[in-house]
């Protein structure tokens, strides 16, 4: 385990002296691109050098506009690293709702009183259309090669502002997630130390997303990141790679397992291995246990584990704050149907189930899930109104979810 450390600069390189001959693998490309950590660590420190040269404070706002997931890991870790607020902004180039991405990065942009963008170059056309009634600060990960490295790192503070992430932004303008230097540690980096060099962990999962986000946390084996899009276009290249790597650790959805399913069934005779998969992580949306079922029915005889699935639940605003190591559907709701157990809170956090004037509610009775923990943001960057339903009195977070309490016997 890291000691807990205030400096993100300190946190990091503590991790890239241990991981630093690790792997991150992009798979954007058929053929995928590889980067060290050690690698990754000294790009982050030109780029580092790179912004400092243009002016940069600690506290700045720095929009991250990038393509590949390398490239993606050593532009945060580079605002890390100077003190620099990282906001994510995630390329979909091939994306059916691109009309509205771009106009989620134009109200980032404006919200945040037009920020530098930190991109690539083959990107710089695209932004300057998407902003064309301005002039936006466009520095490019090409430019930054003629500087040179820098070693002044900031100290940050437990409460200094340290990431923003993009809500959806379906209901209207994105709401913007604020994660202060202790929550960036805690729920970004730390755990998934994995001591087996060669563990091997697949996600799809966009860069703007907290689950996504993950991806910035130096750790052992193989990382590898297959674009969603590429993954939607193609699910079966989720099976692929899995054989082809020899995938240890993963994440799906329900529906990319309905995708899953749907696909493979169109195959005369399935041929893949998916023997060394030891764990894929369910989350992020509605988890149908019939969905669970066939999904694990169908690739079992590819040699996926009947207990491989992982349940957890949380949100942008809290990270992953219960988890169970094993899907168990439970009980039925008025439409007939079930309901999949979600677990114990994870060490740190804390789940009550409220009425809607915050008062406990008995085991078994259906109410409103508020949390606690270290992982929990504190506020919704430039959003009093918002803030202020946040949060009950004594202090616990409004997820907007119902659920209830109960009690399983026999179970360890």
Not at 109 to 127: F, G, H, K, M, S
Not at 248 to 260: C, K
Not at 270 to 287: N, Q, V
């Amino acid at each position: 385990a890291f000691e807990f450390v205030s400096s993100l600069a300190e946190t990091l390189k503590q991790k890239i002296d241990r991981f630093s001959e690790s792997e991150i693998i992009d798979l954007r490309e058929e053929q995928g691109v590889s980067r060290t950590y050690g690698e990754l660590w000294r790009q982050s420190t030109t780029l580092l050098g790179y912004l400092q040269e243009q002016g940069l404070s600690p506290g700045d706002f720095v929009i991250i506009h990038v393509e590949h997931c390398y490239d993606f890991v050593a532009a945060v870790w580079s605002c890390f690293l100077g003190g620099f607020v990282a906001v994510p902004a995630t390329i979909y180039p091939n994306s059916s709702n691109t009309t509205a991405q771009n106009a989620k990065l134009q109200q980032v942009w404006q919200a945040l009183d037009n920020p530098v963008i930190l991109t690539a170059q083959n990107l710089t056309e695209t932004i300057n259309n998407i902003l064309k009634d301005s002039t936006p600060n466009l520095l490019t990960l090409e430019k930054s090669q003629e500087f040179a490295p820098s070693q002044s790192f900031h100290s940050n503070q437990p409460e200094d502002l340290a990431l923003l992430l993009a809500s959806s932004g379906t209901t209207g303008t994105p709401k913007l997630i604020s994660f202060d230097t202790v929550t960036v540690i805690s729920q970004f980096l730390s755990g998934n130390e994995k001591s087996e060099s060669s563990y091997c962990s697949l996600t799809w999962v966009p860069f703007d997303n907290a689950s996504g986000f993950g991806i910035v946390n130096p750790k052992s084996g193989k990382t590898l990141y297959l674009p969603a899009e590429r993954f939607f276009g193609n699910p079966l290249l989720w099976l692929d790679i899995v054989e082809q790597y020899k995938v240890n650790g993963s994440v799906l959805t329900n529906f990319a397992m309905t995708q899953i399913m749907e696909q493979i069934q169109e195959v005369s005779q399935p041929r893949w291995d998916l023997s060394s998969i030891e764990t894929i992580g369910l989350g992020a949306e509605k988890i149908v246990p019939q969905t669970c079922r066939s999904f694990l029915q169908t690739l079992q005889p590819l040699g996926l584990g009947s207990d491989v699935l992982n349940v957890g639940y949380g949100l942008s605003e809290t990270g992953v704050v219960a988890s169970n190591r094993e899907w168990i559907a439970m009980g039925y709701n008025q439409r007939g149907e079930q309901f999949v157990q979600i677990g114990k809170p994870l060490p740190g956090c804390g789940i009550r189930i409220v009425d809607d004037r915050n008062n406990l509610l008995n085991e078994g009775e259906v109410g409103r899930i508020q949390i606690w923990g270290v992982n929990r943001t504190g506020v919704y960057y430039n959003n009093p109104t918002l803030n202020r339903t946040l949060f009950t009195e004594d202090d616990w977070l409004n997820t907007g979810d119902l659920g209830f309490q109960l009690t399983l016997e026999n179970q360890q």
